[in-house]
Protein backbone atom coordinates (compact mmCIF):
# COMPACT_ATOMS: atom_id res chain seq x y z
CA UNK A 1 0.00 0.00 0.00
CA UNK A 2 2.29 3.04 -1.28
CA UNK A 3 -0.62 5.47 0.28
CA UNK A 4 0.37 4.16 3.97
CA UNK A 5 3.77 4.07 3.10
CA UNK A 6 4.17 7.60 1.80
CA UNK A 7 6.60 9.83 4.59
CA UNK A 8 7.00 6.52 6.45
CA UNK A 9 10.44 5.26 8.03
CA UNK A 10 9.07 1.79 8.07
CA UNK A 11 8.55 0.26 10.14
CA UNK A 12 7.80 3.55 12.76
CA UNK A 13 4.67 5.96 12.42
CA UNK A 14 4.99 8.92 10.38
CA UNK A 15 7.32 11.75 12.84
CA UNK A 16 6.65 15.62 12.17
CA UNK A 17 8.93 17.90 13.41
CA UNK A 18 7.58 20.69 16.44
CA UNK A 19 6.06 23.72 14.95
CA UNK A 20 6.82 26.62 16.95
CA UNK A 21 4.67 29.67 16.70
CA UNK A 22 5.50 33.12 18.42
CA UNK A 23 3.00 35.21 20.23
CA UNK A 24 1.67 37.93 18.39
CA UNK A 25 -0.76 39.28 20.65
CA UNK A 26 -2.10 39.02 24.25
CA UNK A 27 -5.12 36.23 23.98
CA UNK A 28 -6.47 37.64 26.87
CA UNK A 29 -6.34 40.99 26.44
CA UNK A 30 -7.91 40.10 22.80
CA UNK A 31 -10.17 37.94 24.20
CA UNK A 32 -11.56 40.67 26.48
CA UNK A 33 -11.92 43.43 23.48
CA UNK A 34 -14.00 40.82 21.75
CA UNK A 35 -16.18 40.28 24.37
CA UNK A 36 -17.23 43.89 25.12
CA UNK A 37 -17.55 44.21 21.25
CA UNK A 38 -19.86 41.60 21.71
CA UNK A 39 -21.56 43.40 24.16
CA UNK A 40 -22.38 46.88 22.74
CA UNK A 41 -22.98 45.35 19.08
CA UNK A 42 -26.03 43.36 20.91
CA UNK A 43 -27.39 46.95 22.49
CA UNK A 44 -26.67 48.31 19.08
CA UNK A 45 -29.15 46.19 17.75
CA UNK A 46 -31.76 47.36 19.85
CA UNK A 47 -31.53 51.08 18.26
CA UNK A 48 -34.00 50.43 15.11
CA UNK A 49 -36.59 49.93 17.61
CA UNK A 50 -36.36 53.35 19.41
CA UNK A 51 -37.72 56.66 18.25
CA UNK A 52 -36.76 59.78 17.72
CA UNK A 53 -34.12 61.61 19.72
CA UNK A 54 -34.13 59.14 22.61
CA UNK A 55 -32.27 56.91 19.84
CA UNK A 56 -29.20 59.09 20.13
CA UNK A 57 -29.32 59.14 24.23
CA UNK A 58 -29.73 55.55 24.54
CA UNK A 59 -26.28 55.00 22.05
CA UNK A 60 -24.13 57.78 23.73
CA UNK A 61 -25.37 55.64 27.65
CA UNK A 62 -24.40 52.25 25.49
CA UNK A 63 -21.19 53.01 24.12
CA UNK A 64 -20.16 55.12 27.37
CA UNK A 65 -21.35 52.37 29.40
CA UNK A 66 -19.83 49.13 28.00
CA UNK A 67 -17.04 51.31 27.12
CA UNK A 68 -16.10 52.46 30.90
CA UNK A 69 -17.17 48.34 31.93
CA UNK A 70 -14.61 46.79 29.08
CA UNK A 71 -11.69 49.31 29.99
CA UNK A 72 -11.89 48.50 34.19
CA UNK A 73 -11.59 45.10 33.10
CA UNK A 74 -8.88 45.60 30.42
CA UNK A 75 -6.77 47.69 32.47
CA UNK A 76 -6.92 45.07 35.23
CA UNK A 77 -5.76 42.44 33.57
CA UNK A 78 -3.72 44.59 30.63
CA UNK A 79 0.37 43.87 30.60
CA UNK A 80 1.39 47.22 29.84
CA UNK A 81 1.68 49.04 33.41
CA UNK A 82 4.96 49.61 32.24
CA UNK A 83 7.21 49.64 29.58
CA UNK A 84 10.82 49.70 27.96
CA UNK A 85 11.96 48.83 24.48
CA UNK A 86 15.44 49.21 22.89
CA UNK A 87 16.41 48.21 19.01
CA UNK A 88 19.28 46.94 17.66
CA UNK A 89 21.42 45.78 20.83
CA UNK A 90 24.25 43.66 20.35
CA UNK A 91 24.15 40.94 22.82
CA UNK A 92 25.29 37.01 23.18
CA UNK A 93 22.50 34.53 22.29
CA UNK A 94 23.21 31.21 24.23
CA UNK A 95 24.99 28.67 25.71
CA UNK A 96 26.91 26.91 23.69
CA UNK A 97 26.95 29.91 21.00
CA UNK A 98 29.92 32.27 20.33
CA UNK A 99 28.30 34.53 18.33
CA UNK A 100 26.73 37.62 19.16
CA UNK A 101 23.44 39.07 18.03
CA UNK A 102 21.37 42.18 17.01
CA UNK A 103 18.02 42.14 18.12
CA UNK A 104 14.92 44.18 19.81
CA UNK A 105 14.41 43.72 23.39
CA UNK A 106 11.16 44.63 24.97
CA UNK A 107 10.11 44.52 28.47
CA UNK A 108 6.23 44.87 29.60
CA UNK A 109 5.16 45.32 33.51
CA UNK A 110 1.58 44.18 34.90
CA UNK A 111 0.16 43.74 37.97
CA UNK A 112 0.41 40.03 38.07
CA UNK A 113 3.55 39.23 35.47
CA UNK A 114 6.17 40.78 33.01
CA UNK A 115 6.66 39.56 29.38
CA UNK A 116 9.80 39.49 27.68
CA UNK A 117 10.59 39.63 24.06
CA UNK A 118 13.38 38.67 21.83
CA UNK A 119 13.32 39.39 18.46
CA UNK A 120 15.79 39.50 15.66
CA UNK A 121 15.31 40.93 12.27
CA UNK A 122 15.27 38.32 9.62
CA UNK A 123 14.24 35.89 12.79
CA UNK A 124 16.41 32.88 10.84
CA UNK A 125 20.42 33.19 12.20
CA UNK A 126 22.92 30.70 11.38
CA UNK A 127 25.30 29.71 13.88
CA UNK A 128 28.97 28.20 13.75
CA UNK A 129 29.42 28.61 10.49
CA UNK A 130 25.71 27.68 8.88
CA UNK A 131 25.93 24.23 10.99
CA UNK A 132 23.12 25.40 13.60
CA UNK A 133 19.84 27.92 12.08
CA UNK A 134 17.75 29.15 15.05
CA UNK A 135 14.71 31.01 14.56
CA UNK A 136 14.38 33.78 17.42
CA UNK A 137 11.43 35.38 18.24
CA UNK A 138 10.80 34.87 21.91
CA UNK A 139 7.67 36.27 24.11
CA UNK A 140 7.93 34.88 27.65
CA UNK A 141 5.91 35.73 30.76
CA UNK A 142 6.99 35.08 34.00
CA UNK A 143 4.00 35.78 36.85
CA UNK A 144 4.28 36.20 40.53
CA UNK A 145 0.16 36.32 41.29
CA UNK A 146 0.13 32.74 42.87
CA UNK A 147 -1.87 32.12 46.31
CA UNK A 148 -3.16 35.87 46.61
CA UNK A 149 0.31 37.18 45.51
CA UNK A 150 2.98 35.76 48.43
CA UNK A 151 6.13 36.89 48.20
CA UNK A 152 7.70 33.22 49.20
CA UNK A 153 10.90 32.08 50.81
CA UNK A 154 14.48 33.44 49.54
CA UNK A 155 16.06 31.61 46.58
CA UNK A 156 14.73 28.70 44.11
CA UNK A 157 13.68 26.28 45.74
CA UNK A 158 10.07 24.91 46.23
CA UNK A 159 8.88 26.95 49.21
CA UNK A 160 9.94 30.04 47.07
CA UNK A 161 7.51 32.48 45.56
CA UNK A 162 5.75 31.37 41.98
CA UNK A 163 8.58 34.24 40.02
CA UNK A 164 11.91 32.80 40.94
CA UNK A 165 10.23 28.72 40.47
CA UNK A 166 9.37 29.86 36.92
CA UNK A 167 13.12 31.88 36.13
CA UNK A 168 14.23 28.45 37.95
CA UNK A 169 12.54 26.69 34.61
CA UNK A 170 13.35 28.88 32.21
CA UNK A 171 17.34 28.24 33.14
CA UNK A 172 16.73 24.71 32.71
CA UNK A 173 14.97 24.88 29.61
CA UNK A 174 17.85 27.23 27.65
CA UNK A 175 16.61 30.49 27.27
CA UNK A 176 18.34 32.87 25.48
CA UNK A 177 20.84 35.05 27.75
CA UNK A 178 18.77 38.42 27.37
CA UNK A 179 15.34 37.18 28.49
CA UNK A 180 17.36 35.24 31.76
CA UNK A 181 19.11 38.85 32.33
CA UNK A 182 16.20 40.90 32.47
CA UNK A 183 14.08 38.30 34.63
CA UNK A 184 17.17 37.79 36.91
CA UNK A 185 16.63 41.56 38.20
CA UNK A 186 13.15 40.48 39.33
CA UNK A 187 14.44 37.74 41.35
CA UNK A 188 16.90 39.71 43.80
CA UNK A 189 15.44 40.32 47.51
CA UNK A 190 17.66 42.01 49.33
CA UNK A 191 20.11 44.97 50.52
CA UNK A 192 17.24 47.77 48.98
CA UNK A 193 17.08 45.54 45.71
CA UNK A 194 14.19 44.69 45.40
CA UNK A 195 12.33 45.33 42.55
CA UNK A 196 10.29 41.95 42.17
CA UNK A 197 9.34 42.75 46.07
CA UNK A 198 7.87 46.29 45.23
CA UNK A 199 6.27 45.83 41.78
CA UNK A 200 4.30 42.54 43.44
CA UNK A 201 2.75 44.76 46.10
CA UNK A 202 1.52 47.37 44.15
CA UNK A 203 0.25 45.16 41.16
CA UNK A 204 -1.74 43.47 44.38
CA UNK A 205 -3.21 46.46 45.75
CA UNK A 206 -4.09 48.03 42.28
CA UNK A 207 -5.62 45.19 41.32
CA UNK A 208 -8.03 45.04 44.26
CA UNK A 209 -9.09 48.93 44.07
CA UNK A 210 -9.32 48.16 40.50
CA UNK A 211 -11.85 44.91 41.71
CA UNK A 212 -13.69 47.31 43.48
CA UNK A 213 -14.67 49.97 40.77
CA UNK A 214 -15.72 46.93 38.87
CA UNK A 215 -19.09 46.59 40.98
CA UNK A 216 -19.32 50.15 41.63
CA UNK A 217 -19.82 50.95 37.94
CA UNK A 218 -22.08 48.47 37.38
CA UNK A 219 -23.88 49.71 40.58
CA UNK A 220 -23.84 52.89 38.81
CA UNK A 221 -25.60 51.64 35.64
CA UNK A 222 -28.54 50.53 37.68
CA UNK A 223 -28.78 53.36 39.86
CA UNK A 224 -29.36 55.77 36.80
CA UNK A 225 -32.17 53.90 36.01
CA UNK A 226 -33.89 54.18 39.84
CA UNK A 227 -31.94 57.24 41.66
CA UNK A 228 -30.13 59.43 39.49
CA UNK A 229 -28.56 61.32 42.72
CA UNK A 230 -27.61 57.77 43.98
CA UNK A 231 -26.20 56.41 40.51
CA UNK A 232 -24.00 59.86 39.86
CA UNK A 233 -22.39 59.25 43.78
CA UNK A 234 -21.66 55.55 42.47
CA UNK A 235 -19.76 56.61 39.55
CA UNK A 236 -17.64 59.52 41.56
CA UNK A 237 -16.85 56.16 43.98
CA UNK A 238 -15.84 54.25 40.57
CA UNK A 239 -13.35 57.01 39.55
CA UNK A 240 -12.32 57.51 43.32
CA UNK A 241 -11.12 53.95 43.16
CA UNK A 242 -9.13 54.00 39.06
CA UNK A 243 -7.48 57.00 40.53
CA UNK A 244 -6.37 55.53 43.83
CA UNK A 245 -5.01 52.36 41.91
CA UNK A 246 -2.46 55.17 40.02
CA UNK A 247 -1.63 56.55 42.53
CA UNK A 248 -1.14 53.17 44.49
CA UNK A 249 1.10 51.73 41.94
CA UNK A 250 2.99 55.05 41.07
CA UNK A 251 3.93 55.26 44.99
CA UNK A 252 4.66 51.42 45.56
CA UNK A 253 6.34 50.11 42.56
CA UNK A 254 9.50 51.36 43.31
CA UNK A 255 11.78 53.79 45.05
CA UNK A 256 14.42 52.95 42.79
CA UNK A 257 13.89 53.32 39.29
CA UNK A 258 14.49 49.89 36.89
CA UNK A 259 17.60 50.51 34.54
CA UNK A 260 18.84 47.29 32.73
CA UNK A 261 21.92 48.13 31.21
CA UNK A 262 23.13 46.31 27.80
CA UNK A 263 25.75 47.91 26.47
CA UNK A 264 27.27 51.82 27.26
CA UNK A 265 24.51 53.57 25.19
CA UNK A 266 21.50 50.83 25.44
CA UNK A 267 19.47 50.04 27.81
CA UNK A 268 16.22 49.29 29.15
CA UNK A 269 14.76 52.46 30.75
CA UNK A 270 10.92 51.55 31.83
CA UNK A 271 7.96 54.66 31.77
CA UNK A 272 4.04 54.10 32.23
CA UNK A 273 2.20 52.54 29.77
CA UNK A 274 -0.83 52.64 27.76
CA UNK A 275 -2.74 50.35 30.42
CA UNK A 276 -1.36 53.04 33.36
CA UNK A 277 -3.15 56.05 31.47
CA UNK A 278 -6.14 54.32 30.51
CA UNK A 279 -6.67 53.60 33.83
CA UNK A 280 -6.28 57.07 34.64
CA UNK A 281 -8.59 58.28 32.06
CA UNK A 282 -10.97 55.70 32.55
CA UNK A 283 -10.97 57.14 36.34
CA UNK A 284 -11.13 60.48 35.34
CA UNK A 285 -14.16 59.96 32.70
CA UNK A 286 -16.41 58.29 35.33
CA UNK A 287 -15.29 60.90 38.00
CA UNK A 288 -16.66 63.67 35.29
CA UNK A 289 -20.02 61.82 34.66
CA UNK A 290 -21.15 61.35 38.05
CA UNK A 291 -19.70 65.63 38.97
CA UNK A 292 -21.93 66.31 35.77
CA UNK A 293 -25.86 64.07 36.78
CA UNK A 294 -25.68 64.83 40.62
CA UNK A 295 -25.08 69.50 39.08
CA UNK A 296 -27.63 68.30 36.71
CA UNK A 297 -30.09 66.35 38.85
CA UNK A 298 -30.09 69.26 41.56
CA UNK A 299 -30.30 72.17 38.74
CA UNK A 300 -32.03 70.86 35.77
CA UNK A 301 -33.32 67.49 36.33
CA UNK A 302 -36.23 67.39 33.85
CA UNK A 303 -33.41 67.38 30.96
CA UNK A 304 -31.21 64.99 32.95
CA UNK A 305 -33.99 62.76 33.27
CA UNK A 306 -35.00 63.51 29.56
CA UNK A 307 -31.23 62.37 28.77
CA UNK A 308 -31.82 58.92 31.21
CA UNK A 309 -35.60 58.36 30.10
CA UNK A 310 -36.36 58.26 33.76
CA UNK A 311 -39.67 59.66 35.20
CA UNK A 312 -38.61 62.13 38.02
CA UNK A 313 -42.46 61.71 39.50
CA UNK A 314 -40.86 57.82 40.72
CA UNK A 315 -38.18 59.77 42.03
CA UNK A 316 -37.82 58.78 45.62
CA UNK A 317 -42.16 59.15 45.14
CA UNK A 318 -41.61 62.68 45.33
CA UNK A 319 -44.04 64.56 44.17
CA UNK A 320 -42.95 67.68 42.61
CA UNK A 321 -45.90 70.90 42.28
CA UNK A 322 -45.92 73.64 40.68
CA UNK A 323 -45.61 77.58 42.61
CA UNK A 324 -48.94 78.60 42.45
CA UNK A 325 -50.39 74.97 43.97
CA UNK A 326 -48.80 76.25 46.99
CA UNK A 327 -50.18 79.63 46.93
CA UNK A 328 -53.89 78.28 46.42
CA UNK A 329 -52.79 75.85 49.81
CA UNK A 330 -51.61 78.27 51.52
CA UNK A 331 -54.63 80.90 50.61
CA UNK A 332 -57.02 77.98 51.27
CA UNK A 333 -55.55 77.24 54.76
CA UNK A 334 -55.65 80.82 55.68
CA UNK A 335 -59.43 81.00 54.65
CA UNK A 336 -59.94 78.07 57.10
CA UNK A 337 -58.15 79.31 60.52
CA UNK A 338 -59.67 82.67 60.12
CA UNK A 339 -63.42 80.99 59.43
CA UNK A 340 -63.06 78.69 62.15
CA UNK A 341 -61.66 81.25 65.15
CA UNK A 342 -64.59 83.44 64.37
CA UNK A 343 -67.03 80.75 64.86
CA UNK A 344 -65.74 79.30 68.03
CA UNK A 345 -65.69 82.88 69.32
CA UNK A 346 -69.42 83.67 68.46
CA UNK A 347 -70.49 79.72 69.58
CA UNK A 348 -68.65 79.17 72.79
CA UNK A 349 -67.81 82.11 75.37
CA UNK A 350 -66.32 81.32 78.76
CA UNK A 351 -65.61 84.33 81.67
CA UNK A 352 -62.65 84.61 82.90
CA UNK A 353 -61.62 83.14 86.14
CA UNK A 354 -59.10 85.46 87.16
CA UNK A 355 -60.86 87.70 89.65
CA UNK A 356 -58.65 90.60 88.53
CA UNK A 357 -60.16 90.10 84.89
CA UNK A 358 -63.53 90.98 83.60
CA UNK A 359 -62.86 89.44 79.57
CA UNK A 360 -63.88 86.77 78.03
CA UNK A 361 -61.23 83.90 75.86
CA UNK A 362 -62.30 81.53 73.16
CA UNK A 363 -62.07 78.02 73.45
CA UNK A 364 -58.84 77.91 71.58
CA UNK A 365 -57.08 80.10 74.02
CA UNK A 366 -58.85 78.32 76.72
CA UNK A 367 -57.35 74.78 75.58
CA UNK A 368 -53.83 76.20 75.19
CA UNK A 369 -53.58 77.86 78.39
CA UNK A 370 -54.32 74.26 79.78
CA UNK A 371 -57.91 73.56 79.71
CA UNK A 372 -61.18 74.96 81.02
CA UNK A 373 -59.68 75.11 85.17
CA UNK A 374 -60.19 76.94 88.43
CA UNK A 375 -57.55 79.11 89.48
CA UNK A 376 -59.46 78.87 93.14
CA UNK A 377 -59.10 75.47 93.17
CA UNK A 378 -55.93 75.07 91.69
CA UNK A 379 -54.67 77.83 94.77
CA UNK A 380 -56.42 75.61 97.71
CA UNK A 381 -54.67 72.27 95.87
CA UNK A 382 -51.15 74.30 95.95
CA UNK A 383 -52.29 75.51 99.72
CA UNK A 384 -53.05 71.63 100.91
CA UNK A 385 -49.35 70.65 99.74
CA UNK A 386 -47.22 73.35 101.16
CA UNK A 387 -49.33 72.23 104.79
CA UNK A 388 -48.72 68.45 103.91
CA UNK A 389 -45.32 68.63 103.33
CA UNK A 390 -43.20 66.21 104.96
CA UNK A 391 -46.12 64.26 106.40
CA UNK A 392 -46.55 61.13 105.73
CA UNK A 393 -49.26 59.69 103.22
CA UNK A 394 -51.70 58.29 106.72
CA UNK A 395 -51.09 61.71 108.84
CA UNK A 396 -51.80 63.57 106.03
CA UNK A 397 -55.76 64.85 105.98
CA UNK A 398 -57.76 64.07 102.60
CA UNK A 399 -58.51 66.98 100.41
CA UNK A 400 -61.73 68.22 99.39
CA UNK A 401 -62.41 67.67 95.58
CA UNK A 402 -62.92 70.57 94.13
CA UNK A 403 -65.17 70.95 91.22
CA UNK A 404 -63.93 72.53 87.70
CA UNK A 405 -65.31 75.56 86.70
CA UNK A 406 -67.56 75.00 83.22
CA UNK A 407 -67.36 77.93 81.06
CA UNK A 408 -70.73 79.32 80.15
CA UNK A 409 -71.87 78.19 76.35
CA UNK A 410 -73.85 80.63 73.80
CA UNK A 411 -76.00 79.00 72.05
CA UNK A 412 -78.64 80.22 69.44
CA UNK A 413 -81.66 78.89 68.29
CA UNK A 414 -84.55 80.31 65.49
CA UNK A 415 -86.96 77.51 66.57
CA UNK A 416 -86.96 75.79 63.07
CA UNK A 417 -84.32 73.58 61.67
CA UNK A 418 -85.80 71.90 59.17
CA UNK A 419 -84.62 74.60 56.38
CA UNK A 420 -81.99 75.51 57.36
CA UNK A 421 -78.76 74.49 55.49
CA UNK A 422 -75.94 75.87 57.92
CA UNK A 423 -77.11 74.75 61.78
CA UNK A 424 -74.89 77.46 63.32
CA UNK A 425 -76.33 80.36 61.29
CA UNK A 426 -79.52 79.80 64.41
CA UNK A 427 -76.78 80.32 67.30
CA UNK A 428 -75.55 83.70 65.75
CA UNK A 429 -78.93 85.07 64.96
CA UNK A 430 -80.52 84.17 68.77
CA UNK A 431 -77.94 83.69 71.53
CA UNK A 432 -79.11 82.00 74.42
CA UNK A 433 -77.19 81.75 77.25
CA UNK A 434 -76.70 78.53 79.40
CA UNK A 435 -74.92 77.98 82.26
CA UNK A 436 -73.87 74.53 84.05
CA UNK A 437 -74.37 74.73 88.03
CA UNK A 438 -73.16 71.46 90.07
CA UNK A 439 -75.03 70.91 93.43
CA UNK A 440 -73.71 69.85 96.93
CA UNK A 441 -74.27 66.12 95.66
CA UNK A 442 -71.84 66.82 92.93
CA UNK A 443 -74.50 66.41 89.99
CA UNK A 444 -74.43 68.89 87.22
CA UNK A 445 -77.46 71.16 86.40
CA UNK A 446 -77.92 73.19 82.96
CA UNK A 447 -79.36 76.28 83.49
CA UNK A 448 -80.97 78.79 80.70
CA UNK A 449 -80.68 82.37 80.85
Not at 197 to 224: D, E, K, T
Not at 342 to 364: C, L, M, V, W
Request: hydrophobic share 40%; charged share 20%.
Amino acid sequence: MPWFSLFRDVPYPTLYPPRKTPVTADVLEAGLIFAMCIIAFSFVLIIPGVRGRERLFYTIRVIVGVFILGCILLVNFGQEWEVAEIHDVPTQYRAGLAEEIHADIGLKIGLRSINITLKTNPEYIEFNNGTVMERINYNERFHWDSLGFVQGRGGFGPFAGLFNREYRAAQLKGLPYPILWIAEYFTIDGEWIRWGRFYRQAGWYSHVMIWLAFPLWILSLILFKMVLLYGGLFSILTGLSLICANLIYACVRNPNELVIPFTDEKQLDTHFGWSFWLCLFNGLLTLVIGIVVIVMDLRFNDKVATFFNFDIAQELEEYYADPSEFKNIADRRSKFRTFTQRFTKKKYQAPHADENSNGTRSTIEILESGGFRNPQADNEQRLFRKRTMGQTRKDRPKPQPQPRHKPEQVLTDDGNDSDDEDPTEDYVNNPVAVRFETDKAGKTNMAFQ
